[in-house]
């Protein structure tokens, strides 16, 4: 009985936590903040990126954790797909730039592919509805090294150059996020095309 509430009541988990996010359709809050990209720090502004094309705006717990980096790994293998659909890719976490400088860099990860953004104070994830879990004492990452900040809310936006929200991808494995994004980004390439 507790195992068949537990399979009822871990899917609508899931997916509340999905709704808490902005909904499609919303105004995507703008930020500027460090950033880095093959390990060198820089400045990032949403807005100046949303005039090439759409972004992807992705949220993930920490650098060098299980799930952080088979998504980060999996944006970068995909990072072509995306560019060729139009599309930016930036990750953002409560990272400090220290810590993001190794993993923007690390070729197991994000292998210099695109920059993964430092909200070491947590309002930009807040501002786009995410929850902010504090830090557990003690917790390390896959390097052992101590992970002494909060974790973002596993979520991703694909903002379109508007500024818009076309979709938000949470409840789901660090893969599937990937796959869904570019499905997404992959659909708004196509829809362009067909306008013009």
Do not use: W
């Not at 820089?42 to 299980?66: I, R």
């Not at 953002?92 to 695109?114: G, Q, T």
């Not at 974790?151 to 869904?180: C, H, L, M, Q, Y």
Request: hydrophobic share 40%; net charge neutral; proline share 5%.
């Amino acid at each position: 009985m507790k195992r068949l509430f537990l399979k009822i009541l871990l899917p609508n988990l899931l997916a509340v936590s999905a709704i808490a996010a902005l909904p499609e359709g919303h105004p995507a809050p703008d930020f500027q903040t460090q950033a880095s990209l093959a390990g060198k720090a820089f400045s990032y502004s949403l807005q100046d990126a949303l005039k090439k094309g759409p972004v992807v705006v992705y949220f993930y717990p920490s650098a060098y954790t299980g799930g952080c980096n088979i998504q980060a790994h999996s944006f970068a293998v995909n990072h072509d797909k995306f560019a060729e659909a139009g599309a930016s890719i930036v990750g953002v976490s409560l990272d400090n730039i220290e810590r993001l400088n190794d993993f923007s860099a690390d070729p197991n990860y994000c292998a210099s592919k695109f920059p993964v953004a430092s909200d070491a104070d947590g309002k930009i994830t807040k501002s786009y509805d995410l929850t902010v879990r504090e830090a557990t004492p003690g917790k390390t990452d896959s390097r052992g090294v101590e992970i002494n900040h909060g974790f973002a809310e596993r979520t991703t936006f694909i903002v379109t150059s508007d500024g818009k929200i076309a979709a938000t991808v949470g409840g789901v494995k660090p893969e599937e996020n990937v796959a869904k994004a570019l499905e997404t980004v992959q659909q708004l390439a196509a829809g362009q095309q067909k306008a013009n």
